[in-house]
């Protein structure tokens, strides 16, 4: 079984440039979060999906960052624009109906110079 | 606040050795748990869970333990080897709802010692 995919693996930007991230979840899989990791911390959430509608985005900078599903299965997950706080690993997660384990994906590593 | 934390930034055993990584929970709310193991340049891999209504759950060479009454979690690593040098981290959700997104711990760096 195929884990979670994501593209691409780095990205180097300027500050106040964009970039977006690529997710494709377990197949089957209606639940789809993206996490931040900072250097040295442990993930934060972002963004959950469930199928294409979002559950919670509460912890979402909406002033620059946004995230959609639209078909309900892969995510994409943009930085409009970036500061240089955002250098981070991006993490996409997925989990099946009525199970508990998040499965990750290797994650994209941006650095914002 | 809410918050998922680890008593240690880092721990070094000796290889063979049993690792205990401790962690300490303050949403008395919580009835999930669950340990991640993440090595440099991957995304956090599943370890073991459990639900509040355990105290003790084991799989293989890994044992968590849940206190609840003072919000603790540890998760024991038996004859630890030298790939299970990772950062450690424990995180925590509240089920039954249908935001589900997990809080982690700030980690634990596992130095294995030859």
């Known amino acids: 079984e195929a884990g979670v995919a994501q593209s691409p693996r780095y990205k180097i930007i300027e500050k106040r440039q964009s970039v977006a991230f690529w997710c494709n979840p377990i197949?089957?899989?209606?639940?789809l979060y993206w996490y931040q990791q900072i250097l040295g911390q442990g993930p934060k959430l972002l963004i959950q999906?469930?199928?294409?509608?979002?559950?919670?985005d509460s912890q979402l900078p909406k002033d620059r960052f946004s995230a959609e599903r639209l078909k309900g299965v892969d995510s994409t997950l943009k930085i409009q624009p970036a500061k240089l706080e955002d250098s981070a690993v991006y993490l996409c997660?997925?989990?099946?109906?009525?199970?508990?384990?998040?499965?990750f994906g290797a994650g994209t590593r941006l650095s914002v110079l | 606040g809410e918050s998922v934390g680890l008593h240690l930034p880092t721990l070094s055993v000796q290889e063979g050795d049993n690792s205990i990584i401790n962690c300490a929970y303050s949403?008395?709310?919580?009835?999930?748990f669950i340990w991640y193991k993440q090595e440099s340049g991957k995304g956090p891999q599943f370890i073991i869970d459990i639900r509040s209504n355990m105290d003790k759950r084991q799989g293989q060479r890994v044992t968590v333990l849940l206190n609840k009454t003072v919000k603790h979690l540890s998760l024991q690593i038996a004859a630890t080897q030298p790939g299970d040098s990772a950062v450690y981290f424990c995180?925590?959700?509240?089920?039954?709802?249908?935001?589900?997104?997990?809080?982690f711990g700030k980690g634990t760096h596992l130095i294995i010692q030859p």
């Open positions: 999906f469930q199928n294409n509608g979002v559950v919670d």
């Open positions: 995180a925590e959700k509240r089920t039954g709802g249908g935001a589900d997104g997990l809080t």
């Open positions: 949403n008395s709310a919580s009835d999930y």
């Open positions: 997660a997925s989990r099946a109906n009525g199970r508990n384990i998040q499965y």
């Open positions: 197949s089957g899989h209606a639940t």
